[in-house]
């Protein structure tokens, strides 16, 4: 079975940055395909960007040059470094996983298997 755990999520003022992890526990390798999204309040979930099994990374047009997805492999880790923060960016973030290394219709989510639990982001203007 494999878990998922968030962190690094809070409070921070519009322009500022966070940095979210995603620690993974139980059977879970490096070609694994990885993603975060967010969901705001009265919203529907949204891709935020994804990192497949081959390392490659790709972004929602919302994010693209502010957020950054990486991956440390020997921590099983899957870290979202988010910039220029704005208050359109307030959401709950998800951490997923699923063991295809690459999926063509990332942004829905409906492809990974496992998700966390999420972590809160709050961008105050």
């Known amino acids: 079975q494999v878990q998922l755990v968030e962190s690094g999520g809070g409070s921070v003022q519009a322009g500022g940055s966070l940095r979210l992890s995603c620690a993974s526990y139980?059977?879970?390798?490096?070609?694994?395909?990885m993603g975060w999204f967010r969901q705001a309040p009265g919203k529907e979930r949204e891709g935020v960007g994804t990192?497949?099994?081959?390392?490659?990374?790709r972004y929602a047009d919302s994010v693209k040059g502010r957020f950054t997805i990486s991956k440390d492999d020997a921590k099983n880790t899957l870290y979202l470094q988010m910039n220029s923060l704005s208050p359109e960016d307030t959401a709950m973030y998800y951490c997923?996983?699923?063991?295809?290394?690459?999926?063509?219709?990332?942004?829905?989510?409906?492809?990974?298997?496992?998700w966390g639990q999420g972590t809160q982001v709050t961008v105050s203007s």
């Open positions: 997923a996983a699923d063991p295809k290394p690459f999926i063509p219709t990332w942004s829905g989510g409906y492809e990974y298997k496992y």
């Open positions: 139980g059977y879970i390798d490096s070609m694994y395909s």
């Open positions: 990192a497949d099994g081959d390392g490659s990374t």
